[in-house]
C-alpha cells in the first residue's frame, strides 16, 4: 500500500506541508514519491482559454515553464534526505484534471496535497484544486492544513 505518492506542488507553504507529510508516510511505506507541478498556459480571464503563448510553449522555454521548473527544483532541495525514489513531473493543462490524469497513468496509490494553494483567499477551507481533487480521484487523497 502506497507505494506510489503523488504529492502536486505549487510553491506555496501549504503545498510544502503536504510534500513534509508525503515524506513521512513514505518513509514508512518506501514509497516512489512523485511530484508534480501543473502550469497553466492559458489566459484565466478569458471564456475562450486561448492558449498564451503556445509557440514558445511547445520549444519548452516560456516563462511558465520556468516557474513551474523552479517550483520543481524548490521540492528537489526539500526531497535531498528522501531515502526511496522521488520523480518530477512538470505537467501542463488545468491543475485538478491533469492531477487526477497523472493519478491514473503513474498509478499512485494515494494523493498528498495541500488544502489551500497560491490563490490566499482564507474564506474557504478548500481551495479549488484541492476540493477537485478530493472529489474525483479514484484512490485516497490526504489534504493537509
Ligand atoms: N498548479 C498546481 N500544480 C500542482 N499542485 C497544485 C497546483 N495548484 C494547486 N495545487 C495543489 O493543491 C493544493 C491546494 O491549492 P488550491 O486548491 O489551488 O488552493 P488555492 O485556491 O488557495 O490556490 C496546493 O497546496 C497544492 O498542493
Ligand atoms: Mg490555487
Redesign the pocket.
Known amino acids: 500500500m502506497f507505494k506510489k505518492i503523488l504529492?502536486?506542488?505549487?510553491g506555496?507553504e501549504?503545498?510544502w506541508?503536504?510534500l513534509e507529510h508525503a515524506v513521512v508516510l513514505g518513509e514508512k511505506f518506501e514509497s516512489t514519491i512523485i511530484v508534480?507541478?501543473?502550469?497553466?498556459p492559458y489566459n484565466n480571464a478569458s471564456l475562450l482559454a486561448i492558449p498564451l503563448d503556445h509557440a514558445r510553449m511547445e520549444k519548452g522555454n516560456s516563462e511558465l515553464e520556468k516557474i513551474g521548473d523552479k517550483?520543481l527544483e524548490m521540492a528537489q532541495e526539500r526531497m535531498a534526505n528522501y531515502p526511496h525514489k522521488v520523480e518530477y513531473s512538470l505537467?501542463v493543462g488545468h491543475?485538478?484534471e491533469?492531477?487526477i490524469a497523472l493519478a491514473k497513468q503513474a498509478e499512485a496509490e494515494a494523493i498528498?496535497?495541500?488544502?489551500?494553494?497560491?490563490?490566499?483567499?482564507a474564506e474557504?477551507f478548500?481551495?479549488?484544486?484541492?476540493?477537485?481533487?478530493a472529489q474525483y480521484a479514484s484512490v485516497p487523497v490526504l489534504i493537509?492544513k
Not at 504529492?7 to 505549487?10: K, R, S, Y
Open positions: 504529492v502536486p506542488v505549487d506555496s501549504g503545498s506541508r503536504a508534480a507541478n501543473v502550469i497553466q517550483v505537467e491543475p485538478s491533469r492531477i498528498v496535497l495541500g488544502s489551500r494553494g497560491l490563490s490566499g483567499i474557504f478548500l481551495g479549488s484544486v484541492s476540493s477537485k481533487v493537509v
